[in-house]
C-alpha cells in the first residue's frame, strides 16, 4: 500500500510563503515522478508541479505556467519526501494541494497519477 501524507498547508496572507511537505512510503522515490496538483471549489483538479528522473542522474522539474517562478518543487530522496516552497502567494492559489507519485517518467505537469495523498488546505487571504 502506497502512502502518501502532505503537511504543511495553512491560512497565509497574500504574498506570503508556505512549505509543503510530501512524505512517501515509496521504497524508492527518487525512480517515480512526483508532483502537486491542486483542486479549488468548483474547479478541476490541476498540475502544478512535477520532479521526474530521467533513469540516469538527472532530475526535471515541469510548473504550470500560473506558478512558475513562485513556487519550486524539490526532493530529499534520503527522507523520501518531496517539498512544494510557495512564496509570493496569491488569492487564486487557494485550494486542496495533493502530493501524487507515479512510477513512469512523466513530462509536464498534466497527467493521471497512479497514487494521491489525502491533500492539505491552502487558503490565501487578500
Known amino acids: 500500500q502506497v502512502q502518501l501524507v502532505e503537511s504543511g498547508g495553512g491560512l497565509v496572507q497574500s504574498g506570503g510563503s508556505l512549505k509543503l511537505s510530501c512524505a512517501s512510503s515509496?521504497?524508492?522515490?527518487?525512480?517515480?515522478?512526483m508532483a502537486w496538483f491542486r483542486q479549488a471549489p468548483g474547479k478541476e483538479r490541476d498540475g502544478v508541479a512535477a520532479?521526474?528522473?530521467?533513469?540516469?542522474?538527472?532530475?526535471?522539474?515541469y510548473y504550470a505556467d500560473s506558478v512558475r517562478g513562485r513556487f519550486t518543487i524539490y526532493r530529499d530522496t534520503a527522507k523520501n519526501t518531496v517539498y512544494l516552497q510557495m512564496n509570493s502567494l496569491k488569492p487564486e492559489d487557494t485550494a486542496v494541494y495533493y502530493c501524487?507519485?507515479?512510477?513512469?517518467?512523466?513530462?509536464?505537469?498534466?497527467?493521471?497519477?497512479?497514487?494521491w495523498g489525502q491533500g492539505t488546505q491552502v487558503t490565501v487571504s487578500s
Open positions: 520532479i521526474s528522473w530521467n533513469g540516469y542522474s538527472t532530475y526535471y522539474t
Open positions: 501524487a507519485a507515479d512510477p513512469r517518467r512523466r513530462i509536464g505537469v498534466q497527467f493521471d497519477p497512479d497514487y
Open positions: 515509496l521504497p524508492a522515490v527518487s525512480t517515480y515522478t
